[in-house]
């Protein structure tokens, strides 16, 4: 749904974020995503680690040349995070509410003894620009607010234009 809303979003192309998993992972398990070459494209990555760009491609879209503002309450998470960090550090929209969670470390539970898990972490994404990403601090608003006035903020916004 991303690359979805990304292509409705951007009247440009351009490279969104990267997104960093274990090579190990990736040859046990393959691509999380689908790879086609535009949305998402497979590059060079750190040692160990397996890149994909995620990128727009831009569809003819009303959308793309609209206002945006993206409400986040605190419990915004993983690819909704995903989305505010992308919009948030191209500019395309105006973040209103609360920081975000802080879930970006993507991963799963293995064994280490009887009665024993631990989460491993295998995929995070960033921002291409930056190289950050917003595991454990979250993504923060530019107009910080409590999430049940962000939509009344938003709202004055667009009707002060």
Known sequence: MLGVIANQLFADPRHLADMNMATSVVAAHGAPFPIDGKVLRKTPGPVGMTRFQHRAVPAESAWSRVRVYYLTPRDTFSAAEHLAMVLRSTGRATLIGETTGGGNHFGGTEPVGP???????VRRTSDPA???DWEGAGVAPHVPTSAAEALDEALRRIAAR
Do not use: A, K, N
């Open 130 to 132: 930056t190289g950050r």
């Open 115 to 121: 009665g024993l898990e631990m989460f491993v972490p």
